[in-house]
Structures are given as C-alpha cells and as structure tokens.
C-alpha cells in the first residue's frame, strides 16, 4: 500500500513535468499540425541555462535563499527559450509553411541535432549537477515520503496549468489561438494576424519547456545535453496518449504517463522475477504510445480532426 | 453626393492558364448596396479574396477609403475596413456563438499580446467591453438567445446571421457577404433582406454577390455582371436586366 502510494506520488510529480512539456508540443500541433521535435532540446536548454546562472550567482556570492535563487535563475533562462522557440519558428518552420509536411518534420530533427551538438559544445558532453541549493526536507504521507521540492514541483505545475487555461479561455491572445487552430485562413480574414499567433505559441511553448526543463533537473538532481530527446518523446507520447493538439488531453496524458511509468517501473522487478528492473522504466511510456496509435490514434480526448475549413 | 469608397482598376488573377479576372475595373461608393453577379465560374469568389487580400491580385490597382490595398494582409485589409462572409458558412465550429463575434473584435482592440498575458485593468476592461460589444451585435441580427451554444449548433439561417455579426465585430467600412441567402426558404430571405437594408442605413456600404435575382434586383442600387473573368455589364438592376449581353451570359445565344 505504502509503495503503491509513493509511486502515485512519484507519478504526479513526474506526470505533471510531462504535462507541461507535453502542452509545448500540442499547442504547436494544434495551430501548425507540425511535431516541433526541436521542443525537447528547448527544455534541455532552459535546464541548462538556469542552471548555469545559479552558478554564476553562487559563484560571485550573490546571497540569496535557495528558492529565491532558482526563482531569479529560471526569469533568465526562460526569455532565452522563448527568443530561441520563436526563432526555430521563424527560421526552420515558416518559410516551410506550404511546403509537404515532410519537410519541416525533417527540419525538426534536424534542429534538434543542432541544438544538442551546441549544447555539447556549451555545457560539454558529462553530466551538469544541479547545484545542492534547495531544502532536502522530507514528508510523511501515509507511509509514503514525499520531499518538499516534489511538493513544490506538484504545486507549481497546477498553477502554471491553470494560468495557461486562462489565458487560453479567457483572453484575446487565447482566442485568437483557438480561431487560428480552428481555421488559419478565416482569422486571417477577421482581422488577426496569424504570423504573430502562431510566434507566440512557439514561446509560451517554449517557456513552460523551459521551467519543466528546470523541474526534470530538480528532481534528478542533474542535465545532460541529450536529456531532451528522452523527455521529449515521453512528453510527445503524452500528448499523443491526450490526443494530439487538445489541450486537457496533453495534461491528462502527460499525468496518465507518468503515473504508468511509476508504477509499472515499481512493479516491474518483481513481476518478471527480478529479471528487470525500474531502470526499464522507459518501455512502459513507448508501450503506451504504440498501443495507443495502435488502438485509439486520436488520443483520449482527441476527436479526429474537426473538418477544417 | 456621391463618393468612392472602393476602387479597382485593371484587376487581373490568373491560375496557371486560366484567367479567372481579366481586367477588372469597379468602382463601389459610400452607402450603397452593390451586387456582383454572374453565372457559376464566372470569377465572382475569386475577386472577394482578392479584395480581402486572401488572394493577391497579379496587377491592378486596389484602393479603399483613400489607402492602398494592392497585395496587402488580410489582416491590413480587415483593419482598413473591409469584412466578409463566406460562400460555404466557415465558422470556428468550436467556439461558442459569443466567442466566434469576439474575434472579430480582434483587430478593434489595443491590448498587446503581453497585455493580454498580465492583464492590466486596462486590458480587462477592454475584454469587458469586447463581450458587451459582442452581444449587442447577436442581438443586432437577431440571435442574442444563442450567444453561449457552440457554433456548429445553431440552425444554417442563424448560422448565416452568426458570419454576418462577425463580420460587423471588425467595424467594416464595406461589408462583403458571399451569397448570403443561399440555401435560405423564403421567410428567411425576406428577414436576410431587411437586415441588410438596416446595416446600410447605419451606414455600412455593402457588395452582395448573390443568385437569388429577385433578391439582387429589389434591393441592389447598382448592379455588375462577371462572366468568364470579365465584366461585362454594370449599372442599375433594370438596365442590367435587360442588357442583351447579360442575357446572352445566362441563357445563350438564340439560334439564328
């Protein structure tokens, strides 16, 4: 019972960072139907980024308390994903806009081979440490112990989700996404201007990329400049799980996943007699995504592709 | 009193080898009620979205309100005045009545993306003013009672009547409906008709392309005829009606 519930904990706290990723992917899908792969390395490169203005401001002496310090750190890091997710847009996806789909796909992947290398050159190829600046306090829950990073982790994410509805239900910006998504050509002739939307999606996608970037860091206690690939297509399966280009769906499935992933990693040992173990985690998140294209390719939540106009 | 609100000259569109506007010139004024007719291929959906800047002319000159139009945004063109509706009712499906109208007040409002992200009292008292405006346009079509259903909900004339409240949401100048009664019984065209005779007299100036020739005749002032690409007739309904060449476009030659 004890390890049942550590591992719903463990899930939320991991399926709520998929979920944020998760929406970067599906609201792009949802305007472009474009999979902007190059999402995972801007997650990678928000982790990075914060992490090295921690240390810079460690390193000069700056005093500040930890969380103050990583909130100072992430207001840096997430312009520089914003300005790098509006430029992949503006250079690897625009001029592609009518060209077959293929195409940009292809762009896709290769960006984010661009962005890995750079990274590699940046950061180098070794692990980065997330620097020890958080408090490493632990909870009891019912037997199962949950740190107050996690709990921070949980927390954050349910505001910035909510934030993000807001703003899409409840705002101009919003709206103009929604009609954008619907029919490209008929906001266009009601007067907005679909290039500015279509840039703004790419960084608020890239924003909450990067504080998940952040997060996933947080809670491993390290980067690497390939963690995007695999974060990224366990986000990417989120969204497809949600189905693709719904919003709620991309929350559902990222927190769907990661609880799977957690209690499939926890139960694996012993189901197959210790001849695996959780560090086979990751099948259960492709096992997922194959059954669901198999079974359900339009997602959970997704209904296939409304007639566009 | 006459004055130009509209003016093209020398339109021409071409898709691959077909000419689908050959030398276009039309001249629309202040406060009149246009009509653009002509038989089914003739050219008439091809010069609204090339005047709603969805298709970009490939010479011409384009000018509304005293602005230069020739190959610009759609967007530019909303903002300068000219809206439209569709042949084939094309609304966001999903969002509700309310919210199909507020984007159409996209382009009338001033807060800022990131305005719209923070949220000043500023923005949300314009978000507040956008609703109201909203409503009082269902009302002014007649539709207020559908105002939260989802657009794919409403019935195909109330449909018609959501496109056109869009449509007024970005304050036109010129309104373009794209054959606005199609598919509408009789009860519903006479009601269409007095509804655009009410936006005229509040000052709207509206082009009309429509088939219903009954409808075209009783309410257009002037009237151009498209066919194959070019006009060939233009001028008042009577006069149109009888112009030999018009009838030729419709009906043929008679035999010698």
Known sequence: MDIFLQQIINGLVVGGIYALIALGYTMVYGILQLINFAHGEIVMIGAMVTISCINFLVGHNVNLSGPVLLTVSIAMAIPVTMLLGYLIERVAYRPLRKAPRMAPLITAIGLSIVLQQAATMIWGKNYVPFPAILPTDVLEIGGASITTLQVAIIILTAVILTGLFLLIERTKLGRAMRATAQSPDVARLMGVNVNTIISMTFMIGSALGAIAGVLVAANYDQAHAYMGFMVGLKAFTAAVLGGIGNLGGAVLGGILLGIIESIGSGYLGDLTGGFLGSQYKDIFAFLVLILVLIFRPSGLMGERVAERA | ?256
């Not at chain 2, 609304?91 to 990131?114: C, D, I, Q, T, Y």
């Not at chain 2, 449509?167 to 009601?191: F, H, V």
């Open chain 2, 1 to 256: 009193m006459t004055e130009a609100l509209l003016e093209i000259n020398g339109i021409h569109k071409r898709f691959g080898g077909l000419h689908a506007l050959n030398d276009i010139a039309l001249t629309i004024n202040k406060g009149e009620i246009y009509g653009l007719i002509g038989p089914n291929g003739a050219g008439k959906t091809t010069l609204f979205n090339v005047l709603t800047g969805l298709y970009q002319p490939d010479e011409g000159k384009f000018t509304f309100n005293g602005r230069d139009l020739f190959r610009q945004k759609p967007y530019v063109v909303v903002e300068s005045g000219i809206a439209r509706t569709f042949q084939n009712i094309r609304l966001f499906a999903n969002m509700s009545a309310l919210e199909n109208v507020m984007v159409g007040r996209h382009v009338r409002s001033k807060a800022s993306v990131f305005g719209a992200i923070l949220r000043p009292p500023s923005a949300r008292k314009e978000e507040a003013n956008i609703r109201i405006r909203a409503q009082e346009l269902l009302d002014y079509v007649g539709i207020p009672q559908h105002a939260e259903e989802l657009a794919c909900n409403l019935s195909y004339g109330d449909q018609r009547r959501l496109e056109i409240a869009r449509a007024l949401a970005t304050d036109p100048k010129l309104l373009a409906l794209d054959e606005p009664a199609a598919g509408m019984n009789p009860k519903e065209t006479e009601e269409l008709k007095a509804l655009m005779q009410k936006i005229r007299n509040d000052g709207v100036t509206i082009l009309l392309i429509e088939h219903d020739v009954k409808l075209i005749m009783g309410l257009c002032d002037r009237i151009a005829v498209l066919d194959y690409g070019k006009k060939i007739a233009e001028g008042l309904p009577e006069a149109v009606k009888s112009n030999p060449r018009v009838i030729e476009a419709y009906l043929g030659v008679a035999p010698e």
